[in-house]
DNA sequence: CGAATGACAATCT
DNA sequence: TAGATTGCCATTC
């Protein structure tokens, strides 16, 4: 659980960490930049894997939906509505984010 | 190498 | 609308 060096694991996390505050991301679209459209899962599934030392703003990391996983990963999924909220990310009322005001451009 | 896993996505019922 | 199912692809055992 340490040797986590397999390019798409580090390119995740890479963009992951490159993440700005008040932004948000999507697994799709992580996925896509990484030439894989369909490998969402693999992004989820690194975020798993992914080392906390890094650092990593998973709670930036949302689904399509503009809502985050299952609730039981970073201490619940309210708690990270709080974190995004205070970040500058206003949640709607159904708890999904304005992904298009949020979405972070990764192509500039 | 083969089977299992996974924090998604899209489709169907 | 909400819940269940399948597909996809890389990692892990």
């Not at 975020?47 to 939906?65: F, G, I, Q, T, Y």
């Not at 949020?102 to 192509?107: D, E, R």
């Amino acid at each position: 659980m340490k040797k986590l060096n397999k390019g798409f694991f580090e390119e995740v996390y890479r963009i992951v960490s490159k993440i700005p505050e008040g932004s948000v991301m999507t697994y799709g679209m992580i996925a896509t930049m990484l030439g894989n459209p369909s490998a969402a899962r693999i992004v989820g599934y690194a975020m798993n894997s992914a080392p906390l030392e890094l650092n990593l703003p998973c709670h930036r990391v949302v689904n399509k939906e503009g809502r985050m996983a299952p609730g039981n990963i970073f201490g619940g999924e309210e708690k990270q509505r709080e974190l995004l909220e205070k970040e500058g990310v206003i949640f709607r009322d159904n708890g999904c984010i304005n992904m298009e005001l949020y979405l972070f451009s990764w192509n500039a």
